[in-house]
């Protein structure tokens, strides 16, 4: 999402004001990043436990729980699914 807003800065207001391919790469982005961080709980919850280092797992579990705090922390203030044409 950074990199679309910075590769589109040359005419933001114009760019991100409009539906346009730019706004729509920023709402596409952000809905994959909460999409994504979901998933990797269920990857870690489905994954067998014999077949993983208790390491490597914890890890996962870690890093996935993180993810999930950061897309809580993005939804409430609205970054989530962000509409800059809206």
Not at 43 to 52: D, K, L, Q, R
Request: glycine share 6%.
């Amino acid at each position: 999402m950074v990199a679309v807003v910075i590769v589109s800065s040359d005419d933001l207001i114009q760019r991100m004001g409009n539906l346009t391919g730019w706004s729509a790469a920023v709402f596409v982005t952000t809905s994959a990043f909460a999409f994504a961080s979901v998933i990797s709980i269920f990857a870690v919850w489905s994954s067998p436990v014999e077949g993983v280092r208790p390491g490597v797992r914890r890890f996962s579990l870690i890093v996935s729980v993180a993810l999930l705090i950061a897309t809580a922390y993005l939804a409430y203030y609205g970054i989530i699914g962000l509409r800059t044409w809206a």
